[in-house]
């Protein structure tokens, strides 16, 4: 065997796109590196050369840049860009016309944060009217974010049909080899099955969600309504902190290459914008004037249609939910110069983002996987992006919760009370534990997969603080397979035996670290790698056995009760997280 490439090493190949990995790389227009609701989605998209002139940034209508919808989800050079998604109530009709662009800053300058400006949320803005819009904008997020913009970028609204017309809506198609690495990586997190496509599931998710977007490449914002031009100021404020974050930092010059390391890069960069946003919001209860359309607050409206896939939906919020909470700790530690700090040396874990005072010292083991796979099977190495991954503390977290979404609440392997951290109404961020018990004391991990040509399999292997976490996480490991009708054969193997996630897997505990193997069949499982064979490993500690000595606390006979946090709390809260998910604030 021969000892792969440590995470750190995993830099660009030669003559590849660079950026982030993509976990569900879906749209035409962007390639996204984690999408989630309450904002813009981060990506990067290359700044046009030529005197650093913003491309295209006087023409709205500038035709579609070449390029798109080819090679969804690879790292190209020349297209990323940040979307934020909401659900929108009205459909989309006539295509409507975009602000003009106005370049003296004077203009912006001019407005005054306290201006009332007369003008119907609900009814269609004129292109000065979105104009003052825009400028009393960016005056009020000047005021609360102590920052100063650079130029006044140029915002255009657009109807849904417009947005897939010219930005091609959210379909697309992966190279087979990534897409086969990104679906097994779901799998691992038991979120999307072997029967269903990430890719498919994701853009399902996505089809009426898109709310608009900042473009680093042009310095645009592009808003998208319904059969008039309306604007959410809200949105507009967040997408507004985007346009400064680039024109301070430069986006592009975010590209973690795992998937944990994306999603703690957009905890800082959505982290930041979401708690802005809710710094505005709270004005505007207070003091301000704002535009926000009737439906864009929760119980008014159309309610949303249940996702297509909530887990992934789950797991791609958290830079959204952990992300404003851990600005905030930085921000009243030490003021809007300690955030901004931040952007020079931004967190690097998940872990990071979830437990503020982890950061920046609490850095994560370097794992190594011995490749030992034998007969048809190989190592899936995607042309087009890094050929493992680190899945993260945010990850595991949603692989354990997603039970209780998937079974409406009806059972679960971490309970309400432990997931949500409110009973009632859902705070603006922070309404979700995505450190659970189960996940901390995470360490690192590494992610291989293999394919024999038509099946897949996978190596997970996790580090963890002590060798009480790596039970911890083990025995929860061991509910998590029951939920899915796992049936342990084995000491160390079980087998699913129909539904999705069905096929043998092996758990390796070694002191303080686990290892997984999946294959489609137990005879399968020494071809993906020769250490996984059953029976020679140590049990998976029943949730019974488990004690004060090794770290982890026995099973509550009366968890069931969920006290303080009732059943039918947990279906409402359960109904209310699902909006959330979907629609923008």
């Not at 929108?88 to 409507?96: D, F, Y």
């Not at 005072?357 to 609490?362: L, N, V």
């Not at 603080?465 to 079980?494: C, K, M, Q």
Request: overall charge negative.
């Amino acid at each position: 065997m021969t000892v792969e490439r440590k995470m750190t090493d995993l830099a660009p190949r030669p003559g590849l796109p660079t950026g982030p990995p993509s976990p569900f790389p879906a749209l035409r227009l962007v390639e996204v590196q984690v999408i989630a609701m309450r904002g813009v989605i981060v990506g990067r998209e290359h700044r046009r050369e030529q005197n650093g002139k913003r491309a295209n940034a006087e023409n709205p209508h500038r035709p579609r840049p070449e390029g798109l919808g080819k090679n969804v989800g690879q790292r190209r050079d020349g297209l990323v860009v940040a979307l934020g998604f909401c659900l929108l109530a009205a459909g989309a009709v006539a295509p409507l016309s975009p602000s003009e662009p106005v370049d003296a800053q004077a203009e912006w300058q001019a407005a005054d944060p306290d201006d009332e400006l007369e003008i119907a949320a609900d009814e269609g803005l004129s292109d000065q009217e979105i104009e003052a819009v825009v400028d009393r904008s960016m005056v009020r997020v000047e005021e609360l974010r102590g920052a100063e913009f650079e130029e006044r970028p140029p915002v255009t609204v657009v109807t849904r049909e417009e947005f897939t017309e010219q930005y091609g809506g959210t379909g697309g198609e992966l190279p087979e080899e990534q897409s086969t690495f990104e679906n097994a990586k779901l799998q691992a997190l038991f979120l999307v099955g072997g029967d269903e496509d990430a890719t498919a599931a994701q853009a399902e998710n996505l089809e009426t969600a898109v709310a608009g977007f900042y473009s680093p490449a042009t310095g645009e914002i592009v808003l998208v309504s319904g059969d008039e031009p309306r604007i959410n100021e809200l949105t507009l404020a967040h997408e507004l902190v985007h346009a400064y974050q680039d024109q301070q930092w430069g986006l592009e010059n975010y590209s973690a290459q795992t998937q944990d390391g994306a999603n703690a890069e957009l905890g800082l960069v959505e982290g930041d914008a979401v708690y802005v946003e809710t710094l505005y919001e709270e004005r505007c209860e207070e003091e301000w004037e704002c535009l926000i359309p009737e439906g864009a607050e929760p119980g008014d409206g159309e309610q949303p249609d249940q996702p297509a896939n909530l887990g992934l939906l789950l797991l791609d919020f958290q830079p959204y939910d952990s992300g404003p909470a851990f600005i905030e700790v930085v921000h009243e530690e030490g003021g809007w110069a300690a955030v901004n700090a931040l952007y020079d040396d931004p967190p690097q874990t998940t872990e990071q983002v979830i437990f503020p005072e982890s950061y920046p010292d609490d850095e994560p083991r370097e794992i190594e996987i011995e490749d030992s796979h034998s007969g048809e099977w190989e190592r899936i190495e995607p042309e087009a992006g890094p050929d493992a991954d680190s899945l993260g503390m945010a990850a595991i977290t949603t692989m354990f919760v997603n039970p209780l979404y998937d079974s409406g609440g009806q059972d679960w392997v971490i309970p309400p009370d432990e997931w949500f951290t409110y009973e009632s109404d859902p705070p603006p961020y922070g309404a979700f534990d995505y450190g659970h018990e189960y996940a901390t004391g995470w360490n690192g991990d590494r992610f291989h997969a293999y394919s024999n040509g038509e099946e897949v399999g996978y190596v997970w292997a996790l580090a963890w603080d002590s060798p009480g976490d790596a039970a911890t996480f083990a025995s929860g490991f061991d509910e998590l397979l029951d939920y899915w009708d796992g049936e342990r054969v084995e000491s160390d193997t079980y087998v699913i035996s129909e539904g999705g996630y069905e096929g043998a897997y092996h758990l390796s505990i070694e002191d303080d670290t686990v290892a997984i193997t999946h294959a489609p069949e137990i005879d399968s499982l020494t071809e993906i790698s020769e250490d996984a064979r059953p029976g020679t490993g140590e049990s998976v500690p029943e949730p019974d056995e488990m004690d004060e000595d090794t770290g982890e606390s026995e099973e509550d006979d009366e968890s069931d009760e969920l006290p303080g946090f009732g059943v039918g709390i947990a279906l409402a809260a359960l109904a209310v997280a699902a909006y959330l998910l979907v629609r923008r604030r």
